[in-house]
């Protein structure tokens, strides 16, 4: 019989007639708190992998004298990201003694339990989007992993999503980090800029960014009665619980259509139950496939601290 299985003997203190209260881990509301909505774009996807191509436009137009030809100009074709959809799950047993003989229904609660471990999956295996930002060894389609300040252009040439100055959390860091989203070049090479409207961090880092955001002034010394920029622009705060790679690196989040950091749902978390009939055995599974990634870098600007 599988280890796995619940029997009478593991879980014996359930018998107990006297047993009023069981305490387990926390199963509801789940989803709703989820870190990864509020830091990926959340789509849906019908394949087993997703393409996403990036490509140039054509630039600045030109001037034409009179009478001249008007000249043509192609488009260019970038990086080829993949995406490959991963299936994540996890079953757990009870035989019939253990369910008829005391609470192992209350005991193990296996919808909630199942429920419980995917969403975890979720979150955790969206954070490691954030955990790799800078290891080389997860690089995207251009060969760069997430933050770099080489990623390519379709045309040629590099860009940064970088953050040209890393600066620990303060006014300051959001003032030289909106400088240089302002600056920032589309597919073309040439400048576009984008907006931020939040910023990532490891959760440790909370009680620093909760100060700068909800003061209404400036919280810099000696600028008390100037107007603090990061509440004045509505700076979307996002801790994340599971991004463990660094307490002193953070990204802003930009407001670039495209280029943001994505899941894509193949199949939702759903449940299974059935019986083992030659062991009397009940089995409970859940189960869900996803992929998860980048195209680009322009949806965040990375401070590695």
């Known amino acids: 019989m599988p280890a796995a299985t619940i029997f009478t003997s593991t879980i014996a203190n359930d018998l107990q007639d006297t047993l009023e209260e069981i305490i387990v881990d926390r ?3 789940l989803e709703a708190r989820l870190d990864m909505p509020k830091f990926m774009d959340v789509r849906r996807t019908k394949s087993a992998f997703v393409d996403m191509l990036e490509v140039g436009g054509l630039g600045v137009a030109v001037s034409v004298g ?3 030809e008007i000249p043509a100009r192609g488009i260019s074709e970038g990086a080829l990201t993949r995406l490959w959809v991963r299936k994540f799950g996890l079953r757990t ?13 209350k005991v193990i609660n296996a919808a909630r339990r199942l429920k419980r471990a995917i969403w975890k999956a979720v979150d955790i295996d969206a954070a490691q989007v954030l955990n ?14 997430l933050a770099s300040a080489a ?3 379709p045309g040629g040439g590099t860009y940064s999503n970088m953050v ?22 589309d597919l073309d090479g040439v400048i576009d800029g984008v907006e931020i409207e939040g910023v990532a961090f490891p959760i440790g880092q909370r009680g620093a960014w909760e100060v700068l955001s909800f003061s209404d002034r400036s919280p810099q010394a000696g600028q008390y009665n100037a107007v603090n920029l990061i509440n004045r622009d509505k700076i979307k705060l ?31 978390p759903s449940s299974r139950t059935w019986v083992s009939e030659a062991r009397d055995v009940m089995n409970y599974s859940v189960k869900a496939r996803w ?6 870098g322009r949806g965040i600007l990375y401070n590695q601290g």
């Open 238 to 268: 996002v801790p994340v619980r599971h991004w463990t790679a660094s307490e002193v690196d953070y990204c802003w989040l930009t407001d670039h259509p495209d280029e943001k950091l994505c899941w894509y749902w193949r199949e939702r």
């Open 132 to 145: 790799r930002a800078t290891n080389t060894d997860f690089p995207g389609g251009d060969g760069q992993p």
């Open 27 to 29: 199963t509801d509301g």
């Open 164 to 185: 040209a100055t890393p600066t620990a959390p303060s006014e300051a860091a959001y003032v030289l980090a909106r400088a240089q989203a302002d600056v920032q070049v």
């Open 66 to 68: 009179e009478g001249e």
């Open 93 to 105: 047993m009870a035989t019939e003694e253990a369910l008829a003989d005391g609470k192992t229904d």
């Open 151 to 153: 990623h390519t252009l």
């Open 291 to 296: 992929a998860r990634g980048w195209s680009g």
